[in-house]
């Protein structure tokens, strides 16, 4: 792999349905926002799975279908866009995460809600959000067009610090005020000083965000800059909630609370019930230090 090589690439998955064409339209207005390349992909199983080879020729003919019809859409509202097509065997997010590498942004669309357990195991949103090497923006099926306003989730935690950089550079590329929200399960509750996961110095939940927030405004002085802590609220929910009226939702993989897993509880429950188009940061990778 090459690691010299500039991330110039937005990265969408395509699959023809209602959500993955919106999930294309998003990914595309993005990259013709930011002067990149949009790079669509489809999957169709391994050649395996099939009972003939017809059956596989039938396949790879229908994603091609999808890939020029997605073409030809993002063409049309995007005439000086570079666009790239593939098909690929495999796994939908196991080949976006192969591909992530060398992407500015994997987009997705919301696929299907969880079960009645709450697992989300077979949804490519999901796991793409997990394997992912960029950032991945799940996109869902509608009712988010005309909003305003960018929401970041803050907790004081190494991750949410990376999302609220990244909500803060959106925010601002697009014009729209940045809501940062920390929620406080109890009135106890406090943050890490500086960020430090796992310091046993503690701060006030208000003062937590108020710090984070003066440091936003140094950066961007021309940003509207909101503060808000949910008192007696769990972080899905009041992210879900606030997501609710935003036009974008930005948090980290993880928070500062429970096991270390690929992706947090507070992620997982979010894309559960997805209500705007929602980015999931990723921590920086040995290779980008």
């Keep these: 792999m090459d690691r010299g090589?500039?991330?110039?690439?937005?990265?969408a998955g395509a699959d023809g349905t209602?959500?993955?064409?919106?999930?294309?339209?998003?990914?595309?207005?993005?990259?013709?926002?930011?002067g990149l390349r949009l790079h669509l992909v489809t999957t169709v199983p391994e050649s395996s799975y099939f009972r003939n080879p017809a059956?596989?020729?039938?396949?790879?003919?229908?994603?091609?279908?999808v890939l020029s019809g997605e073409r030809a859409r993002a063409s049309a509202g995007h005439p000086a866009l570079e666009i790239v097509t593939e098909w690929r065997p495999g796994e939908p997010a196991a080949v976006l995460a192969r591909l992530s590498a060398h992407a500015e942004l994997v987009v997705v669309g919301s696929d299907r809600p969880a079960?009645?357990?709450?697992?989300?195991?077979g949804s490519v949103s999901f796991q793409a959000a997990m394997l992912c090497q960029s950032p991945v923006a799940v996109i869902p099926g509608g009712g988010w067009a005309g909003r305003s306003g960018v929401v970041a989730?803050?907790?004081?935690?190494?991750?949410?610090?990376?999302?609220?950089g990244?909500?803060?550079?959106?925010?601002?590329?697009?014009d729209m005020a940045l809501n940062v929200l920390h929620a406080s399960p109890s009135s106890s509750s406090a943050g890490p000083i500086d960020g430090a996961d796992g310091d046993s110095s503690r701060v006030e939940p208000g003062k937590l965000l108020?710090?984070?927030?003066?440091?936003?405004?140094?950066?961007?002085?021309g940003l509207t800059v909101q503060e808000r802590v949910a008192w007696e609220a769990s972080p899905a929910d009041a992210l879900i909630q606030a997501a609710g009226q935003a036009h974008l939702l930005v948090i980290g993989r993880r928070g500062r609370g429970g096991l270390r897993k690929p992706l947090g509880c507070v992620a997982e429950k979010v894309l559960g019930r997805l209500s705007s188009p929602t980015i999931i940061t990723r921590p920086p990778s040995p290779q980008d230090k």
């Design 5 to 11: 090589r500039e991330v110039r690439d937005v990265l």
């Design 115 to 121: 079960d009645s357990r709450g697992e989300r195991f």
């Design 55 to 65: 059956q596989y020729a039938e396949a790879v003919s229908q994603a091609q279908m």
């Design 18 to 34: 209602n959500t993955g064409r919106q999930a294309a339209d998003w990914a595309a207005q993005r990259a013709d926002d930011r």
């Design 166 to 174: 990244v909500a803060a550079e959106e925010a601002d590329r697009m």
């Design 210 to 221: 108020s710090a984070a927030a003066r440091g936003i405004r140094d950066l961007y002085p």
């Design 153 to 164: 989730g803050f907790d004081g935690s190494a991750d949410s610090r990376i999302a609220l």
